[in-house]
């Protein structure tokens, strides 16, 4: 269920991106070691980095990947998309976010 769920979060965001009409160029990262990040996009609105998850919580490890990505790239915000019903802020600039707010 993993992949697929990821794609079809990953493919809800740049729908509604493109429905906006907001520019932005997309991406994913992977480093050599293996650590991932499922979803990069930069528009004016700066740099952005997601994290799906098929879970209602995540563990301090499944958001090290995200994390550091965030810290070393700049980015403006790291997002996680999960199946929690509630939205939580994880550390200044890391936010949970429950699919269905999308």
Do not use: C
Not at 76 to 91: E, F, S
């Amino acid at each position: 269920m993993g992949p697929s769920w990821e794609g079809l979060v990953v493919e809800e965001i740049l729908r509604q991106l493109g429905a906006l009409g907001v520019g932005h160029d997309a991406s994913y990262y992977r480093t050599s070691g293996g650590a991932e990040v499922d979803l990069v996009f930069e528009g004016t609105f700066g740099l952005v980095a997601v994290e799906v998850k098929h879970t209602s919580s995540v563990s301090a490890r499944d958001l090290r990947p995200l994390r550091d990505f965030v810290k070393e790239q700049k980015a403006r915000l790291g997002l996680v998309i999960t199946n929690d019903t509630t939205a939580r802020l994880l550390d200044d600039r890391l936010v949970s976010l429950p699919f269905s707010w999308l």
